[in-house]
């Protein structure tokens, strides 16, 4: 919180995050302090990724990263009740199929050809179910615009 750190309030003419926000576990407090931080007049664009229902299917276990994953729906009336306005939420037309790493020998540094899919990390195992998932439907990557008045 920026009382905590002593920062003046309003003091940013203008907010951006290129995809930090998606894993904030509190969006709302997390917007609530862009607008504090915003000067009136002040402009938010952040790009973050969201769940495209409401939540997530209760009978699989979700990565952490989906899990804080706001709903696409619930972005533009939790900006808007914290003050924002003009709030806009934009499709950011970045597609989440297709962005398979390719998996190298840690110990050679070759790539055998093996891809990683949808999940990354030593639990990778455990979310295989993503793989028959199209991840297009489930998330979407967006923009928020905003403004303080």
Known sequence: AF???NLPMEM???CISNGAFCLVPDKAKAFANVFKALRPGG???ISTTTIVSDR???????PVCMRMFASLESIKPMCEQIGFKNVRVIDAESP???MEIPIEDESTGDND???RFKIHGRYA???TFLENMDMDELCKVVTVYGEKA
Request: charged share 35%; no cysteine.
């Open 3 to 5: 009382s905590k750190k």
């Open 12 to 14: 940013f003419d203008a």
């Open 43 to 45: 402009r938010m664009a």
């Open 56 to 62: 997530l299917d209760p009978s699989f276990e979700w």
């Open 96 to 98: 989440m199929e297709g």
């Open 113 to 115: 050809g093996s891809r």
């Open 125 to 127: 195992d455990q979310f």
